[in-house]
C-alpha cells in the first residue's frame, strides 16, 4: 500500500479539529483558510515535449526512411510546424516556478489558525484537564478512524495538538508521498522508454529487410546486365564504359555539389570539439531547440541522466559520437 496522499491527509487532520469542541472553525472554514494559502495546489513536474517527439508520432511511410536531422533538412516547414506544435503544448501544461520555493512549507495561515486550539492560558496548571475532557467526548463521538490520526499527531499524549506536532506529522507524510509519486513517475518513465526502444528496433528492423530487398534486386540486375555485356562486341564494350565512367564523373560532381550544399545549411559550431559538446548539439537538435541556443544547466543535468551521458564514455556506441563533425559546419 503506498504512502497517504497529501489530500488524504489534510482531510484527515481538518475533521479531526473540527470535531474538537475547542475549534471555533467548522470544516469548510478550514478548508477555505488553507485555500488561501500559496501552498494549497502542488504542481507536478513531468518532461516537456519537443519538435521531435511530434515527429516522432508520424506514421513510417511520411518519415521516407529519413533520419530526424534528414528530415528536418528537408522540410523546414514541417519542422516549423511541429515547434510550434511542442510549444503550444508546452505553454499549455507547464507553468514556471521558483526553485528557491521547494520543499517549503507554505502554510504559515493554518498553522497560526490551529495554534488558536492551543489552551488560551498556558500559565494555568490544570489547563490540560479542561482539554482532556473534551477529548474523551470527542473520541467517544467521534468516528475510530478520526481517534487514530488524531493520537498518531499528538505523540506526547497530552490532549493537545501542538504546532510542532502538527509540522512532524505533515512533513513525514508529506516525505512519504512524495517517495511514492517519484516511485511512479520512475516506473511511468522506464515503460516509456522500454516503448520507445521496442518502436525503434521494429524500424531499424524493417529499415533492413527493406536494405536487404533492394541489394538483392540491385545484385541481379547487375549480373544481368553483366552477361549482356559479354555477348557484345568489343567496340560497343568500350562504348559502354566510357559511358559508364562519364556518369560516374556526373554522379561523383553531383554528389560533391550535394554536399557542399548541405554543409551550406547546417549550423555553425566555434566550440570545441569535445564529448560534452557533441552532447549538446545532439540534444538541442532532439529536442528541436534553436542550434545558436543554450539548454539551461538543471535542464541540462536532468537530460544527461535520462540519456546517460559519460564523458568517459564517448564512441559509435552513443548517439552523439561525432555529431559535430556530421552535423555542423565548423570551418
Keep these: ?22 475549534c471555533e472553525y467548522s470544516l469548510e472554514q478550514l478548508e477555505d483558510f488553507f485555500s488561501q494559502t500559496s501552498g494549497a495546489e502542488k504542481t507536478t ?30 522540410y523546414p516547414d514541417k519542422f516549423e510546424e511541429f515547434q510550434t506544435q511542442a510549444d503550444e503544448y508546452n505553454k499549455e501544461h507547464f507553468e514556471e516556478k521558483h526553485k528557491s520555493v521547494k520543499k517549503k512549507n507554505n502554510n504559515d495561515e493554518l498553522k497560526k489558525e490551529i495554534a488558536k486550539l ?4 498556558s500559565s494555568e496548571k490544570d ?12 473520541t467517544e463521538s467521534s468516528s475510530s478512524d478520526n481517534d487514530d490520526t488524531f493520537c498518531k499527531i499528538d505523540t506526547n499524549n497530552d490532549g493537545v495538538i501542538s504546532r510542532e506536532e502538527y509540522e512532524k506529522y505533515v512533513n513525514e507524510n508529506e516525505d512519504k ?42 545484385h541481379e540486375e547487375s549480373e544481368a546486365h553483366e552477361e549482356s555485356e559479354a555477348h557484345e562486341e ?27 550544399t548541405n554543409n551550406v545549411n547546417l549550423p555553425v559550431f566555434k566550440g570545441k570539439d569535445s564529448a560534452l559538446n557533441n552532447y549538446k548539439e545532439w540534444k538541442k537538435d532532439e529536442l528541436g531547440v534553436d542550434p545558436t541556443k543554450s539548454i539551461p544547466g538543471s535542464d541540462l ?19 552523439w559520437f561525432e ?9
Design 177 to 218: 508521498s512524495e517517495e511514492s509519486e517519484k516511485h511512479e513517475e520512475h516506473e511511468t518513465h522506464e515503460e516509456s522508454e522500454a516503448h520507445e526502444e521496442s518502436e525503434a528496433h521494429e524500424e531499424s528492423e524493417a529499415h533492413e529487410e527493406s536494405e536487404a530487398h533492394e541489394e538483392s534486386e540491385a
Design 45 to 74: 513536474s513531468k518532461r516537456r515535449t519537443s519538435a521531435f517527439d511530434m515527429w516522432k508520432k508520424l506514421p513510417k511511410e511520411e518519415k521516407e526512411d529519413l533520419k530526424w536531422t534528414e528530415y528536418k533538412t528537408k
Design 1 to 22: 500500500m503506498g504512502a497517504p496522499s497529501r489530500m488524504n491527509i489534510r482531510t484527515e487532520v481538518f475533521t479531526t479539529l473540527a470535531n474538537n469542541p475547542n
Design 323 to 331: 555529431y559535430i563533425k556530421n552535423n555542423r559546419q565548423t570551418d
Design 127 to 138: 489547563s490540560s484537564v479542561t482539554i482532556t475532557e473534551p477529548i474523551k467526548t470527542i
Design 234 to 260: 568489343s567496340e560497343a564494350h568500350e562504348e559502354s564504359e566510357a559511358h559508364e565512367e562519364s556518369e560516374a564523373h556526373e554522379e561523383s560532381e553531383a554528389h560533391e555539389e550535394s554536399e557542399m
Design 301 to 319: 543535468k536532468e537530460y544527461k541522466d535520462e540519456d546517460g551521458f559519460d564523458p568517459k564514455e564517448y564512441d559509435d556506441s552513443k548517439l
Design 118 to 121: 492551543k489552551i488560551k492560558d
